[in-house]
């Protein structure tokens, strides 16, 4: 099965015995996902919401790098959300909440009444790898309530493959990106361009976007502006 199948277990480690999934591509890019989180988020306070969080590695990692945030992993499939859980308890790291179940795809992401209420003035949205494995109505929910569950000054980043002004950015992302259309018709490498106007579109602003090892980037968003 190709690597980028979101059936974490098929490749990579086998499933531990409490459901930990393990996403060989975790090991390839979290330090370099940190190194460009870090600088801003060290510096903050409050809340942080991971969304398609798939095994739950990132945000133990992340978790354990920033004793002063609490974040909220979340995932929409059952067999992620079991495996976020196990990596929370296998963690023991108390600034991490149990996991919710969140599509982004549905009405207020499908949260509970007190979720969304709780899930609210957040410093930071992370969504990493989700929107070109998942159909366009993903990127429009994550973007489209973002903003609403951001504090002022809070941020989303994005990280990922995406396309530049209509072009694929390496070979390999053109490949990958033909591969994920064959899968389904729905699923493919999105341009920052789509993105940015429809984050216009929903009250938050493109304000960086970092190049990343393997052909990937992180965008940020801001609800202001960059000055
Ligand atoms: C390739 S995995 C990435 C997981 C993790 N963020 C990472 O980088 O290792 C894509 C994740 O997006 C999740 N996903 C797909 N559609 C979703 C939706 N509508 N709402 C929330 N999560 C979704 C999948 O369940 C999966 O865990």
């Known amino acids: 099965m190709p690597p980028f ?3 974490f277990g098929n490749v990579g480690r086998k499933p531990e015995p409490d459901g930990r999934l393990d996403a060989p591509a975790f090991h390839r890019n979290h330090e370099a996902i940190w190194s460009v989180l870090a600088p801003w988020l060290l510096a903050q306070t ?3 919401l991971e969304t398609g969080s798939g095994t739950g590695q990132h945000v133990v990692e992340f978790a354990r790098k920033s004793p002063g945030l609490v974040w909220w992993p979340s995932d929409y499939n059952d067999a992620h959300v079991k495996s976020i859980e196990a990596w929370r308890r296998h963690s023991d790291l ?3 909440r149990p996991a919710r179940r969140i599509d982004l795809a549905a009405p207020d992401w499908g949260l509970s009444a007190d979720d ?3 899930l609210r003035g957040l410093t930071m949205i992370f969504c990493a790898n989700v929107i070109h494995i998942a159909p366009w109505s993903v990127a429009e929910g994550l973007l489209g309530h973002a903003a ?3 504090k002022a000054d809070g941020r989303l980043y994005m990280y990922g493959p995406f396309m530049r002004d209509g072009q694929h950015t390496a070979p390999s992302n053109a490949v990958f990106d033909s591969s994920l259309r064959a899968q389904h018709p729905a699923w493919g490498v999105r341009d920052i361009t789509d993105i940015h106007a429809l984050a216009g579109r929903s009250g938050l602003y493109l304000t960086d976007i970092v190049p ?3 052909n990937n980037f992180i965008l940020t968003f801001e609800r202001t502006p960059a000055a």
Request: aromatic fraction near 0%; hydrophobic fraction near 40%; charge should be neutral.
């Open 5 to 7: 199948v979101v059936e």
């Open 46 to 48: 409050g809340e942080v």
């Open 94 to 96: 108390p600034n991490i």
């Open 116 to 118: 969304s209420k709780t």
């Open 148 to 150: 609403g569950r951001l």
């Open 212 to 214: 990343m090892p393997a």
